[in-house]
């Protein structure tokens, strides 16, 4: 009974709480300012570590149909997903293939919290 009401009376604080913060970003234009910009800058472009990554994959997969690369940490570059799409991972397992993009970008990885890594064959080679 005492966690129901606890949690019961956390989730109206959070609301309440909400709603003043929304007030108070609505009546501020500077805020709004700064949270647009910031929002801009985190999801227009790819972020000098998705571009150092592309190209690592990039040169070892030339013939490549597709090479994705998001930085899925929120922008600071620690968590990366990839996903290669390859001729060259034609008979291979996915544990082989995974190991081919891993090798290409094992000195980006050093410097990673961790990387998420998917790969195919494309349709027109199987």
């Known amino acids: 009974f005492v966690e129901i009401q606890f949690i019961v009376y956390s989730r109206i604080f959070f609301v309440q709480l909400?709603?003043?913060?929304s007030s108070y970003i609505s009546g501020n234009r500077t805020?709004?300012?700064s949270i647009l910009q910031t929002i801009r800058r985190s999801s227009s472009t790819n972020t000098n570590a998705e571009q150092i990554i592309q190209q690592?994959?990039?040169s070892r997969f030339p013939k490549a149909a597709t090479i994705e690369v998001r930085d899925v940490s929120g922008g600071c570059g620690a968590m990366f997903e990839v996903f290669v799409e390859a001729d060259e991972f034609k008979g291979l397992n996915?544990?082989?293939?995974h190991k081919l993009v891993t090798n290409t970008l094992k000195d980006q990885i050093r410097e990673m919290h961790g990387v998420r890594?998917?790969?195919a064959v494309p349709p027109t080679s199987k």
């Open 18 to 21: 909400a709603k003043g913060f």
């Open 94 to 97: 996915t544990l082989k293939q």
């Open 31 to 33: 805020i709004q300012s």
């Open 56 to 58: 690592a994959l990039a």
């Open 117 to 119: 890594i998917h790969t």
